[in-house]
T-cell receptor, first 117, second 114 residues
């Protein structure tokens, strides 16, 4: 079973509208972290936002917020007031607490977001 | 602002040749990761270092891939011999401490094997 599922391969959104990118995850570990990264066509992965499994409040970073629903195992990214520069691939990723300190991220397949003027 | 450096940015090689990629993490970051991203997919972890020690290389194809971080700072990932299926983006990331800090990525090396 996939650990990170992103069900939207592509999305078209009008500029200035809010957009929600979906992410569901699967883990039996009680301690984990969820991340969102943006990857423009240049290829670099840009960190956007982080949510820890024990965090009581949803994470926010500027125009980005994470809608964390622990019981449903979902961690959707919300971008408010979208801009043309938001056009990129967006990846949801999870870090699980593993023995020996291994904490590499598991990524979803990504959502290609295109903002239209 | 501190960044992860990678070189080269692009590499074209023929199958059966050897290739090497270099990564310099953010200064002071003890943990370094190499990921491979095949076109249209998310990155997959190849190897993780804590200082100069390998923490996780369970997904590294050890028959042809090797990675080292001799002095616990910069790192080299090598493929020998390269195969057509190795064409991908190779991303390096670093974090400040083991288990718990955000990973920051470099610009990547895009490898094409002909």
């Amino acid at each position: 079973a996939q650990k990170i599922t992103q069900t939207q391969p592509g999305m078209f959104v009008q500029e200035k509208e809010a957009v929600t990118l979906d992410c569901t995850y699967d883990t039996s570990d009680p301690s984990y972290g969820l991340f969102w990264y943006k990857q423009p066509s240049s290829g670099e992965m840009i960190f956007l936002i982080y949510q820890g499994s024990y965090d009581q409040q949803n994470a926010t970073e500027g125009r980005y917020s994470l809608n964390f629903q622990k019981a449903r195992k979902s961690a959707n990214l919300v971008i408010s007031a979208s801009q043309l520069g938001d056009s990129a691939m967006y990846f949801c990723a999870m870090r699980e607490a593993s023995g020996g300190g291994a904490d590499g991220l598991t990524f979803g397949k990504g959502t290609h977001l295109i903002i239209q003027p | 602002e501190a960044e992860v450096a990678q070189s080269p940015r692009y590499k074209i090689t023929e199958k059966s040749q050897a290739v090497a990629f270099w990564c310099d993490p953010i200064s002071g970051h003890a943990t370094l990761y190499w990921y491979r991203q095949i076109l249209g997919q998310g990155p997959e972890l190849l190897v993780q270092f804590q200082d100069e020690s390998v923490v996780d290389d369970s997904q590294l194809p050890k028959d042809r891939f090797s990675a080292e971080r001799l002095k616990g700072v910069d790192s080299t990932l090598k493929i020998q011999p390269a195969e057509l299926g190795d064409s991908a983006m190779y991303l390096c990331a670093s974090s400040a401490r083991l288990s718990g800090d955000t990973q920051y990525f470099g610009p990547g090396t895009r490898l094409t094997v002909l």
